[in-house]
């Protein structure tokens, strides 16, 4: 079972950030300015590179981490999250994209809700 996913065409650098009791975490990040002026974040979940806490526990203060450090707005910013094929035979390794859509108050995200896309989807809204 792979659990190091390589660069492609939903991640193609690594975005360090604090996890739980600020713990160095990391993930895979695709940043994608769209025609619509929007930035499209799509970030990765790479397990066993990822040293500290996974993407899903701390989804809202990553979304926030990487909104400020590309000096993004909350009304123009898409976060994805990226769960890469393990290659198993078990349908919950599979690979997964969630739009993850959140509360903005006090300068970060919170309140998390997800809802599942699919990657034909996905790739629609790198394209718009």
């Given at each position: ?48 590179q ?79």
């Open positions: 079972m792979e659990t190091n996913p390589a660069f492609n065409k939903y991640m193609d650098s690594y975005f360090d950030y604090l996890g739980h009791w600020g713990s160095p975490s990391k993930c895979g990040l695709k940043l994608v300015k769209r025609k619509d002026g929007k930035t499209l974040a799509i970030a990765t979940e790479i397990y066993r990822n040293p500290g806490s996974p993407v899903t526990e701390v989804v809202e203060y990553l979304a926030t981490q990487i909104l400020k450090t590309n000096g993004e707005t909350p009304e123009s910013f898409i976060f994805i999250e990226h769960t890469p094929d393990l290659g198993s035979k078990l349908t919950f390794y599979g690979e997964s994209f969630d739009r993850v859509e959140f509360e903005w108050s006090g300068g970060k995200f919170s309140n998390p809700v997800w809802t599942r896309l699919t990657k034909e989807q996905v790739d629609r809204m790198m394209e718009d």
